[in-house]
T-cell receptor, first 115, second 112 residues
Framework: AQSVDQPDAHVTLYEGASLELRCSYS??????LFWYVQYPGQSLQFLLK??????VVKGTKGFEAEFRKSNSSFNLKKSPAHWSDSAKYFC?????????????FGKGTSLTVIP | DPKIIQKPKYLVAVTGSEKILICEQY?????MYWYRQSAKKPLEFMFS???????DNQTASSRFQPQSSKKNHLDLQITALKPDDSATYFC???????????FGSGTRLLVI
């Protein structure tokens, strides 16, 4: 069965530091992986995706993520972090078996960037 | 202008009652979805529809019934409401097999 794990419920760091949010997945086929961000009181916004090709993908707002097949991970990175990055981040796996875009989400990581 | 309209934004319901959550998308997408976000669980996929037909249902309870009166509408009827149904319900849409996937702003439901 497919699943997504985000082991860190909360991450706190100071502005200017480098951030890395962890995500691991379990899926029997080639994964389609996504990161979404949710600001307080708002809906989810797309950040980036990995479908195939280069292991490092770049997205919006200066974020990038690295796909590592060897350890089934898709960690989100940004350097330097800015206070406006404070939000909840969700890693998601698309179930490509259905033919439609059904996503399986991790529980999310709440990021706090201290100015 | 919002591309996906969800109404109402907030909803309080009494246990045992029935409510309908509205979703309309103006993106010209063929597929629409419902997700649920509760405090205890990760964002959960519930339903997917394509051209007004049910494609996938991951919701165990028949109390949740999607209704698609038009191609760009996918409402969610919930009957016999329970306090555990309290959550934010997100509607989303996309083109088939296209990752231009957009979420609505959600309906926050509280069942008392």
């Amino acid at each position: 069965a497919q699943s997504v794990d985000q082991p860190d419920a909360h991450v706190t760091l100071y502005e200017g530091a480098s951030l890395e949010l962890r995500c691991s997945y379990s899926y029997s086929a080639a994964p389609y992986l996504f990161w979404y961000v949710q600001y307080p009181g708002q809906s989810l916004q797309f950040l980036l995706k990995y479908i195939t090709g280069d292991a490092v993908v770049k997205g919006t707002k200066g974020f990038e993520a690295e796909f590592r097949k060897s350890n089934s991970s898709f960690n989100l990175k940004k350097s330097p972090a800015h206070w406006s990055d404070s939000a909840k981040y969700f890693c998601a796996l698309e179930d490509t078996n259905t033919g439609y875009q059904n996503f399986y989400f991790g529980k999310g990581t709440s990021l706090t960037v201290i100015p | 202008d919002p591309k996906i309209i969800q109404k109402p934004k907030y909803l309080v319901a009494v246990t045992g009652s029935e409510k309908i959550l509205i979703c309309e998308q103006y993106l010209g997408h063929n597929a629409m979805y419902w997700y649920r976000q509760s405090a205890k669980k990760p964002l959960e996929f519930m339903f997917s529809y394509s051209y007004q037909k049910l494609m996938d249902n991951q919701t165990a309870s028949s109390r949740f019934q999607p209704q698609s009166s038009k191609k760009n509408h996918l409402d969610l009827q919930i009957t016999a409401l329970k306090p555990d149904d309290s959550a934010t319900y997100f509607c989303a849409s996309s083109q088939e097999r296209n990752s231009d996937y957009t979420f609505g702003s959600g309906t926050r439901l509280l069942v008392i």
